[in-house]
C-alpha cells in the first residue's frame, strides 16, 4: 500500500505561495543602516514571537539544547532558526493544523514565519533596545501548587553522555493506606535535558520488585506499558508528561484511581546530551476529594497497542497501513486524543462519522516523531453519540529512506514492546456524556470485563505476545541483554 503525501505538498504550495503574495513594501526613503530598510527588527517583531513561543523550552535548564532569549542567542542561529519554524519543525507540534481543535497548539502563523524569514534575509537588525519586550517570567517549584503527595525517585539513574536512547521504569512506593482519587500528576526532572518523555503508571505493590535493580542499576530496562501486563494487576495507567507540556488538572470531573499500597512506575526516556546526567525525578500527585461523577474511560484503539493489529512490516517496504473503525457504544465526550508508535510510525489519521453522517476531524499527523509524544487536549469536549463510527489508520514506513528507522538495511519488524519493535495506537480520554446509575455502571463494568477477559485470552495465544513472553523469559534470565543490536540477527 502506498500513500502520496498529497496534502503535505498541497500545504507547502500553499505556504509557498501565501509568503509570495504577501504585499511588497514600499522602498524606504532614506536607508542609512547596512541593514535592509524596513526589515523586522528584533525589538519589534522577532522577540515577542521568541518569546512567546520558544522560551518555554529554550531557556537555561529546560529541554531544548540552548536558551533562545538574547538577540545574540537568536541572531547567532538566525539561518536555522528561519530554517526551522519555514519547515514547522519548530516549535514542535505534530497534529495537523485544524483537523481537530486543541489547546495550547504550538504553532507559529505563516506572518509570523514570514517575519523570521525576512527579519534573517535584511541582517538580522536588533531595533530600538528600549522597545524590547520583557523576557517572561517562570515559576520555578511546583506550577499547580502544592501536592498531596510527593514521591522522588530513590536513587538517582546515571545517563550516559552518548548512545542510544534509553527507556528505563523507576519503582517507587506508594506508602498509601487508603485508595485515593487523583486529579493530577505534576513530574519535576532533576535534569531537564535529558528527559525526553515519561509514563506514569500504578501497578500492585511489589508486583515489579524482583525487575527492579537487576542489571546493577536502578529500576529495569524497556519500553514496555507496565499497565498493561497481566501479572501486574491491579495496574492502570495514570498519566504522561512530554518535553514542553503545560501541567494541567485533568479535566473538570475526571479523576482517576490510585489504590491503597500500589507502587508507582515512572517509565523515563533519555536522549543522551553529549554529557553524562543523573536523573532523579520528583513527582507531585494532587488528591481529588472522592471518586467522580462520571468515570473516565479509555479506549485504545485498536486495543493493546495494536498486538493484534497484524503489524508485520517487509524491509523496504514505505507506506504499511493498518486501518480500523470503533463504534462509540454510548454517548460520550472525547476530552483528549494521543497517538502512539515507535520509530517507523509515520501517520495517524483518526475521523469520526456521526449517525447522521455527518463527519468530525479527530486528530491526524503526518510526520510522526517518536520524539514529540503529546496527549492533545480537545479544545472543547467533543460530543461522540452513540453510533459515531471512528475510522482510523496508522501507516508505517520501513524503507531505507527513513531517517527514524534505526536499522540499514531495514528488516522486518513486527509487534513487540521494544522501541525497536512497532506498536500501533490512539488513546482517548473520554467521559460518558450524562451520569450513569449505579447498576448500569455495574452492569457495564461486568460487560467489561468480560471482554477484557476474552480479549486477554485472544491476546495471550497471539503470535506477538508468545514472542513477546520469550523475550521477558530471556530477559529475566540475563538482565543485560537489555542493550542488545536490534538490527542484528532478526
Ligand atoms: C516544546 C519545547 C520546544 C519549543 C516550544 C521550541 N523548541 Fe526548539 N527545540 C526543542 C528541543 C528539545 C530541541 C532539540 C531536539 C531537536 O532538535 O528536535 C530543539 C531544537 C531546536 C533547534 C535546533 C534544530 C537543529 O536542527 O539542530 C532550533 C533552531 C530551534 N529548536 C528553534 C526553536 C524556535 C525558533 C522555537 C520557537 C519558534 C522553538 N525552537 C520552540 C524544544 C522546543
Redesign the pocket.
Known amino acids: 500500500m502506498r500513500v502520496i503525501p498529497i496534502a503535505v505538498s498541497a500545504a507547502l504550495a500553499a505556504a509557498l505561495s501565501a509568503s509570495c503574495n504577501r504585499p511588497v513594501r514600499a522602498p524606504a526613503s532614506a536607508a542609512p543602516a547596512a541593514s535592509t530598510p524596513n526589515s523586522p527588527t528584533f525589538s519589534d517583531t522577532v522577540a515577542p514571537?521568541?518569546y512567546g513561543?520558544?522560551v518555554?523550552?529554550?531557556r537555561p535548564g529546560e529541554?531544548?539544547?540552548f536558551p533562545?532569549i538574547s538577540y545574540e542567542d537568536v541572531a547567532k542561529?538566525g539561518a536555522?532558526?528561519a530554517k526551522?519554524?519555514a519547515s514547522r519543525y519548530?516549535?514542535?507540534w505534530k497534529a495537523v493544523h485544524g483537523y481537530g481543535e486543541f489547546k495550547d497548539e504550538?504553532r507559529?502563523t505563516d506572518a509570523q514565519i514570514a517575519s523570521i524569514g525576512e527579519w534573517v534575509r535584511g541582517g538580522m537588525p536588533r531595533g530600538d533596545a528600549s522597545r524590547m519586550p520583557e523576557v517572561p517570567k517562570f515559576t520555578d517549584g511546583w506550577q499547580l501548587g502544592k501536592p498531596d503527595l510527593i514521591l522522588e525517585m530513590t536513587e538517582g539513574y546515571i545517563v550516559p553522555a552518548t548512545g542510544a536512547d534509553i527507556y528505563r521504569n523507576f519503582v517507587i512506593p506508594t506508602g498509601l493506606t487508603e485508595d485515593k482519587w487523583i486529579r493530577a500528576v505534576e513530574f519535576r526532572p532533576s535534569a531537564r535535558r535529558v528527559v525526553h518523555h515519561a509514563l506514569f503508571s500504578y501497578v500492585r505493590g511489589g508486583a515489579v520488585k524482583s525487575l527492579d535493580g537487576r542489571s546493577g542499576r536502578p529500576g529495569f530496562g524497556g519500553a514496555m506499558p507496565v499497565a498493561f501486563v497481566p501479572g501486574f494487576q491491579p495496574a492502570g495507567e495514570l498519566a504522561g508528561w512530554a518535553?514542553?507540556t503545560t501541567p494541567r488538572f485533568f479535566p473538570e470531573g475526571v479523576a482517576r484511581q490510585l489504590p491503597k499500597n500500589s507502587d508507582l512506575v515512572v517509565q523515563l526516556h533519555f536522549h543522551p546530551t553529549g554529557k553524562p546526567e543523573t536523573e532523579q525525578s520528583t513527582i507531585g500527585i494532587y488528591f481529588a476529594d472522592g471518586p467522580p461523577e462520571r468515570r473516565l474511560v479509555t479506549p485504545g484503539i485498536p486495543g493493546f497497542f495494536g498486538a493484534l493489529a497484524g503489524i508485520d512490516i517487509p524491509p523496504g517496504e514505505k507506506a504499511f497501513t493498518i486501518t480500523g473503525s470503533y463504534t462509540v457504544p454510548r454517548d460520550m465526550y472525547a476530552l483528549s486524543i494521543a497517538a502512539h508508535a515507535h520509530y517507523l510510525g509515520k501517520e495517524f489519521k483518526v475521523t469520526a462519522t456521526r449517525p447522521d453522517a455527518s463527519t468530525k476531524p479527530l486528530l491526524w499527523i503526518q510526520d510522526w516523531d517518536f520524539?514529540w509524544q503529546d496527549r492533545y487536549d480537545y479544545k472543547e469536549p467533543v460530543l461522540l453519540a452513540r453510533g459515531t463510527r471512528i475510522d482510523w489508520s496508522i501507516t508505517y514506513d520501513n524503507s531505507a529512506e527513513n531517517p527514524r528507522n534505526p536499522c540499514n538495511p531495514p528488516r522486518r519488524v513486527r509487534w513487540g514492546v521494544q522501541s525497536f519493535d512497532e506498536m500501533g495506537s490512539i488513546n482517548f480520554m473520554m467521559i460518558p456524556a450524562s451520569t450513569v446509575t449505579r447498576e448500569e455502571e455495574d452492569r457495564q463494568r461486568q460487560q467489561m470485563a468480560a471482554a477484557l477477559k476474552n480479549a486477554i485470552g485472544k491476546v495471550m495465544e497471539s503470535d506477538a505476545v508468545k514472542r513477546y513472553a520469550a523475550e521477558q523469559k530471556r530477559f529475566m534470565e540475563d538482565p543485560t541483554r537489555e542493550g542488545a543490536d536490534p538490527c542484528a540477527g532478526k
Open positions: 514571537i521568541v513561543n520558544c518555554s523550552c529554550h529541554a531544548a539544547p533562545l542561529r536555522l532558526i526551522v519554524t519548530m516549535p514542535p504550538r507559529l518535553v514542553g520524539n
